[in-house]
Structures are given as structure tokens and as C-alpha cells.
């Protein structure tokens, strides 16, 4: 069974950085593309990044380039989303997702001073 | 590319038949899925490269169309069903979801 499990959400500052994680289980994890998508309160869905399975490649959606960073460890099964410079408006929701298919629980992030 | 749903949402009664549509700003080809989401919970995925049934989800969810418009389709609505469904292109960067759809009973 596909498991995927974030963690590291928390109450921060604006400006301040938080580093999500998600521990995957239940599937080849060197092998599938990972992303990150996020909800804010009653609002749709954002994607936000995602990152091939060796690395090599990541994109991200405009208005966190330059802030966000995600990377993975394919010995640990983890995908990480460092988040710096973090603004009102990324308080959300925060899901990681094997390929958009599988999903976690989601984790919240909550910026305000 | 900005996905346009429509309706943005629909009141429906057990039984009914119930479709939703995804209009796209520019060809997608058949890079298109269906989600659904509950209150206080993770989407789940029903449809993938525009028609194709993920595994576990009932055979009443189908999904067609290609290059700008596609659809989902309902064919009996069920008490489990009412939630917000999402479209979403993976054609190209950055991935981009439609606005919702809430069915309501």
C-alpha cells in the first residue's frame, strides 16, 4: 500500500523558513517523480513543485521560485521542500504526491507574525 | 495553461447523472486528470491521462475529451460522492488545476 507521510508544518514569521518532509512507503520511491502541492484555507489547489526520481530535474509553479527548494533522498524514501522568505500567502495546506496519483495527509503551514 | 471548470457548482440528487466540465486555454492533448476531495481530506484520484480509471474508483466515474475540453461524468450519483472535483494538466510546467467543482445534494 502506498503510504505518504509529511511532516514539519508549524506557525512562522514572515520571512521566516520551515523545511517540510514526506516519508513514502509502499512503492519503487527512487523511481517516481514527486511533487508537492498546497491548499490554502477554502481555496482550490496549487501545485507547487515537483522533482524527478534521480534529481536531475525540479520545477516549480512562479511565485515560489527562488524561495522554495525541493530535493529528495532516495535512500531515506523522503522528499524534502525547503521553504525560505515565506509570505502570508503561503499559509496552506501542504500535500506531497507520488506522480499527482497517491497522496499524503497533508501538513499545515501557517505564516503570520 | 489555465484550466476553466464549469459549473462551479451543482446540486444533484442520489441517482442522478452528473457531468462536469474542463475547458483548457490551450491543447493539452489527453494529459488530464480527475480528483476528488473531502472536506478535511487528501484529494484522491479517479481519472488519469484524460479517460483512464485509476484503480479502485467505481466504473459510474468516466472521463473523456482531448485536446481542450474534457469532462466527467457521474453516471449515478451516489451519497459518497458529493465533494469538490478538481481537473488538472500535466501537459506542461507549471501544472495547473481548474477552480472546483462542488456537488451538492
Known amino acids: 500500500e502506498v503510504q505518504l507521510v509529511e511532516s514539519g508544518g508549524d506557525l512562522v514569521q514572515p520571512g521566516g523558513s520551515l523545511r517540510l518532509s514526506c516519508a513514502a512507503s509502499?512503492?519503487?520511491?527512487?523511481?517516481?517523480?514527486m511533487d508537492w502541492v498546497r491548499q490554502a484555507p477554502g481555496k482550490g489547489l496549487e501545485w507547487v513543485a515537483n522533482?524527478?526520481?534521480?534529481?536531475?530535474?525540479?520545477s516549480y509553479v512562479d511565485s515560489v521560485k527562488g524561495r522554495f527548494t525541493v530535493s529528495r533522498d532516495n535512500a531515506k524514501n523522503s522528499v524534502y521542500l525547503q521553504m525560505n522568505s515565506l509570505r502570508v500567502e503561503d499559509t496552506a495546506v501542504y500535500y506531497c504526491?507520488?506522480?499527482?496519483?497517491?497522496w499524503g495527509q497533508g501538513t499545515t503551514v501557517t505564516v503570520s507574525s | 495553461i489555465q484550466m476553466t471548470q464549469s459549473p462551479s457548482s451543482l446540486t444533484a440528487s442520489v441517482g442522478d447523472r452528473v457531468t462536469i466540465t474542463c475547458r483548457a486555454s490551450?491543447?493539452?492533448?489527453?494529459?488530464l486528470s480527475w480528483f476528488q476531495q473531502k472536506p478535511g481530506k487528501a484529494p484522491k484520484s479517479l481519472i488519469y491521462?484524460?479517460?483512464s480509471l485509476q484503480s479502485g474508483v467505481p466504473s459510474r466515474f468516466s472521463g473523456s475529451g482531448s485536446g481542450t475540453d474534457f469532462t466527467l461524468t457521474i453516471s449515478s450519483l451516489q451519497p459518497e460522492d458529493f465533494a469538490v472535483y478538481y481537473c488538472?494538466?500535466?501537459?506542461?510546467?507549471?501544472?495547473?488545476f481548474g477552480q472546483g467543482t462542488k456537488v451538492e445534494i
Open positions: 522533482i524527478k526520481p534521480d534529481g536531475s530535474e525540479r
Open positions: 504526491s507520488r506522480s499527482l496519483n497517491a
Open positions: 488538472l494538466q500535466y501537459n506542461s510546467y507549471p501544472r495547473t
Open positions: 490551450h491543447d493539452i492533448s489527453t494529459y
Open positions: 509502499g512503492f519503487t520511491f527512487s523511481s517516481s517523480w
Open positions: 491521462d484524460a479517460s
